[in-house]
Structures are given as structure tokens and as C-alpha cells.
Nanobody
Framework: QVQLEETGGGLVQPGGSLRLSCRGS????????VGWFRQVPGKEREGVAF????????WYDPSVKGRFTISRDVPKNTVYLQMSSLEPEDTAVYYC?????????????????????WGQGTQVTVSS
């Protein structure tokens, strides 16, 4: 049984940093694409950052480019989302996802329907 467990959410002031972790069990995350969606009440889930199955492709939402970094720790079977210069608009529930995606293009947004495996979500709140 595949499980994705997110940790690292919380409350942070504007301009601060957080690191989200997504640990896989029942799946070797190194063989799959991993990414993050986020959702606020009343809105659809939106893609934030993704890393392809072969690590050759990264995708970031334009609103987080230069502030967020996605990376893998293969021995720990974990993917991280380092978030810096956080803004109140980053407040959302963040979901880790995984599936067999080999390619990302800057002009094509990842869609939730493309991912079979989801974590339970972790709340990130950016507020003073």
C-alpha cells in the first residue's frame, strides 16, 4: 500500500521560511515524479512544484519561482519543498503527490487528475 506522509507545515510570519517533507512508504519515490499541490477553501487545487521521475525536469508555479525549491533525499525516500520569503498568499493546505510522470514543460500546468497517490495534506499559514 502506497502512502505519502507530509510534515513540516505550521504558522510562519511573512518573509519567513518553512520546509515541507513528503516521505513515501510502499513506494520508491526515486522512481516516480513527486510534487506539491496546494488548496485554499473555495478554490481548486493548484500545482506548486514538481520533480520528474528521472530528475531531469522541474516545474514551478510562476508565483513561487525563486522562492521555493523542490529536492529529493533518496536514502530517506523523502522529497522536500523548501519555502522561503513566504507571503500571506502562500497560505493553503499543501498536498504531496506522486505518479509516473517523466516530463514537465514550463507552459503546461500539472493537473491533480494526473496523480494517483496523495498525502493527507499539511496546513501552511503565513500571517503576522
Amino acid at each position: 500500500q502506497v502512502q505519502l506522509e507530509e510534515t513540516g507545515g505550521g504558522l510562519v510570519q511573512p518573509g519567513g521560511s518553512l520546509r515541507l517533507s513528503c516521505r513515501g512508504s510502499g513506494i520508491n519515490l526515486d522512481l516516480y515524479a513527486v510534487g506539491w499541490f496546494r488548496q485554499v477553501p473555495g478554490k481548486e487545487r493548484e500545482g506548486v512544484a514538481f520533480i520528474s521521475a528521472n530528475d531531469l525536469y522541474l516545474w514551478y508555479d510562476p508565483s513561487v519561482k525563486g522562492r521555493f525549491t523542490i529536492s529529493r533525499d533518496v536514502p530517506k525516500n523523502t522529497v522536500y519543498l523548501q519555502m522561503s520569503s513566504l507571503e500571506p498568499e502562500d497560505t493553503a493546505v499543501y498536498y504531496c503527490v506522486s505518479d509516473a510522470v517523466a516530463y514537465y514543460s514550463d507552459d503546461v500546468r500539472p493537473l491533480p487528475a494526473e496523480y494517483d497517490w496523495w498525502g493527507q495534506g499539511t496546513q501552511v499559514t503565513v500571517s503576522s
